[in-house]
């Protein structure tokens, strides 16, 4: 069974810009989650999407934002960019969501906002 | 609200010791726990959880984690490391249900080194 991919692998934009990032979940999984690491605040939650709704969110502002396709596949997306928005996205995902399941999670979208 | 702890930034081992990896949590009620492990330039990897059951969990890579209550700790360990099992690891946390309260939490990460 294939894998969570995750597109593209690497990113470079500028401030001001927006970015959108694409998540393919594991086969059967809903569950669709994001995550910013970063080497100063290390893994933070952004959301969490399951049948194209979003079910959890983090603490972070309005310029991220997500969407959940019928297909699980799920997109987040960054308006403005910030230099601190620069980190590794990480996009998992999880058959239903629940708080026994396990999260797999894809290689990442290294983001550099220059 | 829940949080979890990993101690130590590094910790360092000889191939062929026993290592330990640290961790602590804090969870209103039972704990749902889980050890996943990042190699550079990639994802996390799933290495074992703790749902309910017995206390000793056994997971990938000949790594397993012990459970326990009265300390609210939740180690790793390997009973000899290996090179290869150089890598970030990370402790997480969730509680029961599907709230909103129910988010997985991750620990720092405790950067394992083990040399020749």
């Known amino acids: 069974k294939a894998g969570v991919t995750q597109t593209p692998r690497y990113l470079i934009k500028t401030r001001g810009q927006q970015v959108t990032l694409s998540c393919s979940p594991i086969s059967g999984h809903r569950s669709v989650s994001w995550y910013q690491q970063t080497p100063g605040q290390g893994l933070q939650f952004l959301f969490e999407?399951?049948?194209?709704?979003?079910?959890n969110k983090g603490n972070f502002p309005g310029r991220f934002s997500g969407r959940q396709f019928s297909n699980s596949r799920s997109e987040m997306n960054v308006s403005t960019l910030e230099l601190g928005d620069s980190a590794l996205y990480l996009c998992?995902?999880?058959?239903?969501?629940?708080?026994?399941?396990?999260?797999?999670f894809g290689p990442g979208t290294r983001l550099t906002v220059l | 609200a829940q949080s979890v702890a990993q101690p130590e930034d590094q910790v360092n081992v000889a191939e062929g010791n026993p290592l330990t990896v640290k961790c602590t949590y804090s969870?209103?009620?039972?704990?749902?726990l889980f050890w996943y492990v990042q190699y550079p330039n990639r994802g996390l990897q799933f290495l074992l959880k703790?749902?309910?059951?017995?206390?000793l969990v056994k997971g990938s890579y000949g790594f397993e984690a012990e459970f326990n209550k009265s300390q609210t700790s939740f180690h790793l360990k390997k009973p000899s490391a290996l090179v290869s099992d150089s890598a970030l690891y990370f402790c997480?946390?969730?509680?029961?249900?599907?709230?909103?309260?129910?988010?997985?939490?991750f620990g720092s990460g405790t950067r394992l080194s083990i040399r020749p």
């Open positions: 969870v209103s009620g039972n704990p749902y």
């Open positions: 997480a946390v969730r509680d029961k249900g599907y709230s909103s309260a129910s988010k997985i939490i």
């Open positions: 998992a995902s999880s058959l239903d969501g629940g708080s026994t399941d396990t999260q797999y």
């Open positions: 999407y399951f049948s194209e709704t979003q079910r």
């Open positions: 703790y749902i309910t059951g017995d206390n």
